[in-house]
């Protein structure tokens, strides 16, 4: 099992920074991606940012040049720097996690989720 917290959630006025963090523990043997996807009312979940092992990120049009994305490989932490926000990033942010089972197979996991609200 793999578990995953997610903190830094919160109320911003626009032009604001946050910064949201995600510890992952138990059994994770081979992390191969971790990252953070959001979802606003009515819309479905969608990426915002991922990293790689190696360090290869990957962001979406709407963020990019606003958010970054970084991981401690040792911590097994992933963090999200939002800034110059703005009212459409408000949603429900969840940190992710990809990996390897020591056995081979793939894990998936998702943390439960910090509301992130982007308002004056």
């Known amino acids: 099992q793999v578990q995953l917290v997610e903190s830094g959630g919160g109320l911003v006025q626009p032009g604001g920074s946050l910064r949201l963090s995600c510890a992952a523990s138990?059994?994770?043997?081979?992390?191969?991606?971790m990252g953070w996807h959001r979802q606003a009312p009515g819309k479905q979940r969608e990426l915002v940012a991922v990293?790689?092992?190696?360090?290869?990120?990957n962001y979406a049009d709407s963020v990019k040049g606003r958010f970054t994305i970084s991981r401690d490989n040792a911590k097994n932490t992933v963090d999200l720097q939002m800034s110059s926000l703005k009212p459409e990033d408000t949603a429900v942010y969840y940190c992710?996690?990809?990996?390897?089972?020591?056995?081979?197979?793939?894990?998936?996991?998702w943390g439960q989720g910090t509301q992130v609200t982007v308002s004056s």
């Open positions: 990293i790689t092992s190696g360090g290869s990120t």
């Open positions: 992710n996690v990809q990996g390897t089972y020591s056995l081979g197979g793939p894990y998936d996991y």
């Open positions: 138990g059994s994770l043997f081979r992390i191969n991606a």
